[in-house]
């Protein structure tokens, strides 16, 4: 049997497919979406999510929020967190390299951007990197047609529901998330929301907190 090739020491058992070779267990185990960037359809990754027991611990002041989030909050806001959800899913199927980290801070950096027009002056909170950018210029682009004055019955989006609706996702994706740094655990069950090959469609109605 040959040694795995990322410690050099161990049988190398199992086939990993982002490496296209096969590595040890332990590599797999440990190495998995920390320095491997695991494909959704790998077994050992499925599994390994399921027996996950390190998970992101969600910022506390959007814990303190989660009362707020109930069934009420979901059904009202579900059409623009369908919208939200789908930006999500388009903006990585043309960018291989986003993770749910990029997510999270996207949300946070909207947020912070939100933050500023409650304070009369506007200040736009940019994340870091082109990846991030490119999903933080796709969300702001919904909430700024959501904010804008309708010309029909339904009001616009409010500022505070704005905030409330992007810390609403900031959380889901916490919870939903793990503490790898390749994560896309939160990803990948976001597109489980989205019906396959979609484009203009809205994403379907499932997204809630754990």
Known sequence: MSTCPLCSSRPAKRYCPAKEERICAICCGTKREVEIDCPRDCNYLRAGRDYEAEKRIPDPELTSKAPLFDDAFVYRFTPLLNILSLAVVQERAQSRWLVDN?????????????????????????????????????????????????????????????????????????????????????????????????????????????
């Not at 019955?153 to 994706?173: H, P, Q, R, Y």
């Not at 998330?177 to 990803?187: A, C, G, M, N």
Request: negative net charge; glycine residues 4%; proline residues 6%.
């Open 102 to 210: 990029d997510v999270i801070e996207v949300c946070k950096a909207l947020t912070a951007t939100l933050k500023t027009l409650s304070s009369g002056i506007y200040y736009e909170s940019l994340p870091d990197g082109p990846i991030r950018q490119a999903l933080y210029r796709r969300l702001k682009e919904v909430f700024d047609q959501a904010m804008q004055p309708q010309e029909s019955m339904e009001e616009s989006l409010k500022l505070k529901e704005a905030i409330d609706v992007i810390d609403f996702m900031t959380l889901a994706a916490q919870l939903n998330s793990s503490t790898r740094p390749k994560s896309r655990k939160y990803l990948d069950w976001l597109e489980t929301l989205v019906p396959e090959g979609s484009t203009q469609q809205s994403a379907g109605s499932g997204l809630i907190l754990p």
